[in-house]
């Protein structure tokens, strides 16, 4: 019977300071929450089973990117136009969570074949400007054929403000 009673106060503890075991915000793409707690998930336009970012506090974490065009369809030219589309992608959803790239604090990359490093990282320094994250890269087969994939994770406390480009 303790141990009910302790589970019971820690789930009261938690519910008072907003830390969410169980309930937590889901945000879609009209931006729209629930009461605020320390989760938010912002879902995404497809059926797959996972959110296309969760904020958990003060850090967003982006779920890894492919090539997709606005209408969601899988770009397939060039690394430089590959590159773009995942990078047009991850730069909405980190709009939608009040983030730009200057919060980004680490990337990993996948690339399908490593000899496109210079290429890939050609259109990752324009587009990035001078906020470079920590990153990792590596060399990976990846979903439908796509050349790259990128997951970020990014720091949206509010002492920060996005750096100039």
Known sequence: ???FSSARHTLLACSI??????STAYAANTEKTAEPTAIKRFLGNSDMPFSRAVQAGDFLFLSGQIPLNEKGEIVRSSIEDQTNAALDRIEETLKLAGA????????????SDIALYDQFNKTYKERLGSNFPARSLVQAKLVDGVDVEIDVQAWTGANTSPAKH
Do not use: P
């Open 100 to 111: 730009d790239f200057s919060h980004v604090v680490k990337a990993t990359v996948y690339l």
């Open 1 to 3: 019977m303790r141990f």
């Open 17 to 22: 300071l907003g830390l969410g075991i169980s």
